[in-house]
């Protein structure tokens, strides 16, 4: 929405840029699977990401998963093997009470439509510690069956309205064979011609999309109807993995795919990790970190392609996303993190719909759950609901106003719909050049970022403000807001008592707070000093 006007607003003696700031941030959020959305502290933080942060989608696994029985074709085997039914059943009780739940906090869901359930999988493979079944179905028309019976019961429990402004997910990386997949490329693109056909015929203005695959790469491991592992090694020995030709996976494919048989494709999913994982010559696997600003490079190459392709209004979601796509990279629990997630927002919000940020919560359990209360999880809260500091990183950008008044590379001022400003601005450190932060297998590796540097002075001079009008200045950096540093002081406690727990939350969201005036004539003097890896939040003091 387009704001109006009322004051020439100047920044450093220059009239105002007015262009419009996409929230790309909280569009959506990422969670972990539909069964974890049941227990009350994970709907307690849902609540407050919503609240705080403006989540206004989240995104999941599992909404097909046996752990939601929604579909059956068998009943009883508690004590004794299941007897089969005559016909499969779909029951949504569990469902239910999750998008219940979603919805009742104002959000809405952004479906994930997988993985298979047990009794319609082709294979009995399963993946993370929740078991989930990832093959190609049986039959597709049973397959079909339990979209429709699904997608016409929330109809029928919220209303078409409601329903049509959720977009429909075809999977989750089927590019990663046998993990997520054990299909060929071909056998997705048919799964997703099926469902894509049947969710239309119910109406043709529900959204679906896909391919929701995996980090770009820049080799042809995905070419094939196979990941083949063989072709890795030139980019698992890179000496400089930014000079490589980094491209999305099944991105090119799938439209082509669509256009040959007139499907829909109203969105383009993927998910985009500055990562990557490939095996060298001797077959060892090696972890790849990509510059700084490889989620923009990756937007930028997707933007393109969608433009130049028969779907150019095509939507764009990250539907994941995060400076890594490990739940044990100890990295996530740093202010590290919190500034690698502003700079590179902050760089790539013209370029995306949604940017889906994987997760908001540490309470997550693909792996099981975590070892000790910040054992490197994705969340931005931990299992204790303490806030890490990219929970503040994005609450700080959620501050932001829909227009912007001025942005540079370190940082942005935006005007709000109340004709005040917010800005946010940060120091990623000049001494990293065109380094990530990477990732990190123990929080004393992570520490290592600390050394970085100097510091930076952020000065503006705004004029066209009220008078009189009170501006807080908010700082995270390694002195305010970095809990984990708490933790490890309290000796790496693996189980916390309530007293360390509350400690902690407290140290967590004690961040540097000041208040700046605009002064009689409407001038707002910022003149700001940021430590190495300092965020620094700048808005008006009613907001929260």
């Keep these: ?86 016909e499969p059943v779909h029951t949504f009780a569990y469902v239910d009470k999750v998008f219940d739940a ?15 359930p047990r009794e319609l999988a082709t294979e009995t493979e399963t993946v993370f510690w929740w078991g989930a079944h990832c093959s190609p179905p049986k039959d597709m028309n049973l397959w079909t069956e339990l979209v429709a019976k699904t997608v016409e019961h929330w109809i029928e429990r919220y209303g078409i309205d409601e329903v049509r402004m959720w977009p429909f997910e075809v999977w989750n990386e089927p590019n990663l064979v046998p993990h997520f997949w054990t299909g060929t490329r071909t056998q997705y693109f048919e799964l997703y011609e099926a469902t894509a056909r049947t969710i239309k015929a119910i ?37 400089d993995p930014s000079s490589l ?7 090119r494919e799938l439209l082509d795919y669509c256009a040959e048989r007139d499907l829909p494709l109203d969105f383009l999913s993927t998910h985009l990790y500055p990562t990557d994982f490939a095996f060298d010559t001797q077959g060892v696997g090696r972890a790849i970190s990509r510059d700084r600003d490889a989620t923009r490079k990756d937007l930028e190459q997707l933007t393109r392609i ?47 719909d949604s940017i889906s940020y994987w997760t908001f919560t540490d309470i997550f359990e693909e792996g099981g759950g975590g070892i000790g209360p910040f054992h490197g999880g994705f969340g931005l809260i931990n299992e204790q609901g303490i806030h890490k500091p990219t929970f503040h990183a994005m609450a700080m950008l959620a501050r932001l106003g829909d227009r912007v008044v001025r942005q540079t590379e370190h940082g942005i001022i935006t005007r709000t719909a109340s004709d005040a400003v917010t800005a946010v601005f940060f120091n990623y450190p000049e001494s990293m050049g065109s380094r990530s932060i990477g990732d990190a297998a123990s929080h004393d590796q992570a520490r290592a970022l600390s050394s970085e540097g100097p ?24 002195e305010h807001g970095n809990v984990v540093e708490a933790w490890l ?56």
Excluded at 322 to 338: G, N, Q
Aim: glycine residues 6%; proline residues 6%.
């Design 102 to 116: 979603i919805l009742a906090t104002g959000a809405r869901p952004f479906v994930e439509l997988g993985f298979m």
């Design 245 to 251: 030709p980094w491209k999305p996976v099944w991105i």
């Design 489 to 544: 002081r309290q000796g790496r406690p693996l189980n916390l008592s309530r007293e360390a727990a509350a400690d902690l939350m407290r140290i967590a969201d004690d961040l540097d707070r000041r208040t700046i005036v605009v002064d009689h004539d409407g001038r707002l003097e910022i003149d700001e000093t940021l430590s190495p890896w300092a965020v620094t939040s700048i808005f008006p003091h009613t907001t929260r």
């Design 455 to 478: 510091e930076r002075r952020i000065r503006h001079s705004l004029s066209g403000l009220t008078p009189g009008d009170v501006y807080v200045v908010e700082t995270l950096d390694l």
């Design 1 to 86: 929405m387009s704001i109006a006007l009322t004051r020439t607003l100047e920044v450093d003696g220059i009239p105002s840029t007015d262009s419009p700031l996409r929230h790309v941030w909280n569009a959506c959020i990422g969670a972990g699977r539909a069964n974890e959305a049941l227990r009350a502290d994970w709907q307690a933080q849902f609540q407050e990401v919503v609240r705080t942060l403006g989540a206004r989608y989240v995104r999941f696994h599992g909404v097909f998963h046996d752990d939601m029985f929604v579909y059956r074709a068998s009943s009883g085997g508690g004590f004794g093997p299941p007897t089969p039914l005559a």
């Design 306 to 352: 969608l433009a130049e392709s028969p779907y150019p209004n095509a939507a764009i979601h990250i539907t994941e996303w995060s400076t890594s796509p490990s739940s044990r990279d100890r990295m996530h629990d740093t202010v590290y993190a919190a500034t690698a997630i502003v700079r590179a927002l902050l760089q790539s919000h013209e370029l995306a």
């Design 203 to 239: 109406d043709d203005r529900l959204q679906v999309g896909g391919p929701s695959s995996s980090v770009f790469v820049p080799d042809s491991r995905y070419d094939g109807e196979y990941h083949d592992k063989s072709v890795e090694a030139a980019t698992a020995e890179a000496q």
